[in-house]
């Protein structure tokens, strides 16, 4: 229907429906109707629509040129299947009602800069396809029924948040800025792309389908992230998140890293335990904490940063546990870098079967790393065991009354093991401690003033506290008091361990036993 003729559009309906490539030619239409098998039906300039504007299926490319209709009324549909492509930001406008089919396309590929306008008229786009290049700003809160998709070199900047019922594909050269929004992702989320990860981006994405989701791509970076599906979240690429993670339900992670970064203070969440195959804490500043069980099921690193599991009023044990699942010895934690990290809290490790089985408890306080290294002489039943410390004022333990530990004399924190289905013979244990004149790296001492830790002894309190427990010596090991460390040995229970100087010193009883001999001579 070529242009430049006389044409009365009346109240007639004019359809182009060839098989092949079409000119929809410059006029003023009526009802104006594309039903296209194959080919695409192109305008060659502006038109103006009186009633209706119906894109039934094929393909209707209207490049920068507008197709509105002159006054505001009657329905612009687009039906299942078809696809309208744009150059600029001027889809069809005008019309009271629009009918946009979940499984129909618009796509806009200009090579500039845009806004995406919302559909108009109550309804949400289908498919949503970013191609070309240059910016596609949203500055509306809009559904899209289908998928999202970016190609080219295009840029999606959300001013607004969105929610997406389908897939989510940022392609390969492309870039996707959340900012500060809350986005809602019901189908697959595929970044291949990039994450703008500036100041701006406080986002947060939610995956919350009905179906099964996953997660892929290359250097996937989030900030928030929340998991709410039933039918699962699987993570098929790596990830990091810079912000908080909730797991309300559904969430695995195949065999993937995830790591935390960032400068803010994070946090894990959710109603019930979260899993990780490999989780990573690479933090500049602040810290990690677990508002629930946390598992990891392969390797544990702290690079930079501290998890704490939970929240904790001394000297009452912190409320939430992190898990290594892998066997203590493979090893399942690992320390690397300058200024690694280490657990506030609550960290249980698999012990395995065997002899002379070493594990070591990477755990410390808000500023100290305070390990307690473990050596089993015989495991003959593998389980688990919860290691912890507790700095407590200068009294070393709460229960410290009812021991012969000088309370004004030892060190000002307590250690605690607790056994899971463990079967064994007897075990070893050091307990590290802080003496900055000493320990490079230490900020402050855990001893009190005057003290000799060559004089320390070992003291355990069983059940732990805040349980009633009694106190019973702890063998120490051959040159087990050292100036950062006492060792116990032969320890054939757990609990709290206290360590110290004793209110009985060795030289008093010496000098006792010499004034009653020389009485009985």
């Given at each position: ?41 192109t305008t060659g300039g502006n038109i103006t629509i009186g009633n209706n504007l119906t894109l039934t299926t094929g393909t209707l490319n209207i490049a920068a040129n ?44 200009p090579s500039f800069n845009m806004t995406v306008p919302a559909p108009g008229g109550g309804a949400n786009y289908g498919n949503l396809l970013l191609s070309n290049s ?388």
């Amino acid at each position: 229907f070529a242009s430049g003729a006389t044409y009365t559009a009346s109240t007639g309906t004019v359809v182009y429906n060839g098989s092949g490539s079409q000119t929809v030619g410059t006029y003023n239409y009526y009802n104006l109707t594309i039903n296209k098998s194959a080919g695409t039906a192109t305008t060659g300039g502006n038109i103006t629509i009186g009633n209706n504007l119906t894109l039934t299926t094929g393909t209707l490319n209207i490049a920068a040129n507008s197709i509105d209709r002159g006054a505001a009324g009657g329905t612009f549909t687009l039906g299942s299947g078809s696809l309208l492509q744009i150059a600029a930001a001027n889809l069809p406008a005008n019309y009271t009602t629009v009918s946009i089919a979940s499984n129909s396309t618009v796509e806009y590929n200009p090579s500039f800069n845009m806004t995406v306008p919302a559909p108009g008229g109550g309804a949400n786009y289908g498919n949503l396809l970013l191609s070309n290049s240059g910016n596609r700003t949203f500055n509306a809160a809009m559904t899209i029924a289908g998928n999202l998709t970016a190609s080219g070199t295009v840029a999606a900047v959300m001013n607004a948040g969105i929610t997406v019922n389908g897939n989510v594909d940022i392609g390969s050269g492309t870039s996707f800025d959340p900012k500060a929004y809350t986005h809602t992702f019901k189908g697959n989320y595929a970044n291949n792309g990039s994450t703008v990860s500036d100041a701006t981006n406080t986002s947060t994405i939610i995956l919350n389908g009905t179906s099964a989701q996953a997660i892929s791509g290359t250097g996937l970076w989030f900030y928030h992230l929340t998991a709410n599906n039933s039918a699962g979240v699987t993570a098929n690429s790596s990830f990091t998140i810079a912000g908080n993670f909730t797991n309300t339900a559904g969430f695995s992670t195949g065999s993937t890293t995830t790591t935390f970064g960032g400068t803010a203070a994070q946090t894990i969440s959710g109603p019930g335990t979260t899993a990780f195959y490999n989780l990573t804490v690479n933090k500049s500043s602040e810290g990690l904490t677990l508002n629930i069980d946390v598992t990891v099921n392969n390797l544990l690193t702290l690079t930079s940063g501290k998890i704490t599991t939970g929240t904790s009023t001394a000297p009452n044990p912190y409320s939430y546990t992190l898990t290594t699942i892998a066997l203590c010895t493979t090893p399942s934690v690992s320390r690397p870098g300058g200024t690694p990290g280490h657990v506030i809290g609550n960290l249980r490790k698999k012990i395995p079967t065997g002899s002379s089985v070493a594990c070591t408890f990477e755990v410390g306080d808000s500023t100290k790393y305070t390990p307690v290294d473990v050596t089993f002489a015989s495991v003959s039943g593998e389980g688990s065991v919860t290691g912890a410390t507790m700095p407590w004022s200068t009294d070393g333990h709460p229960a410290v009354s009812g021991t012969d530990i000088d309370p004004a004399l030892n060190v000002n924190r307590f250690w605690t093991l607790k056994n899971n289905t463990v079967t064994f013979t007897t075990y070893e244990a050091t307990f590290n401690f802080c003496d900055s004149t000493v320990t490079t790296g230490c900020p402050s001492t855990d001893l009190d003033a005057g003290v000799s830790t060559i004089d320390f002894v070992i003291r355990r309190y069983s059940p732990e506290y805040p349980n009633s427990g009694t106190w019973s010596n702890v063998t120490l090991a051959t040159s087990g008091a050292q100036p950062t460390y006492t060792k116990g040995s032969g320890i054939t229970g757990f609990g709290d361990f206290a360590v110290g100087q004793s209110t009985i010193r060795a030289f008093t009883r010496e000098r006792e036993w010499i004034y009653q001999r020389e009485l009985y001579y």
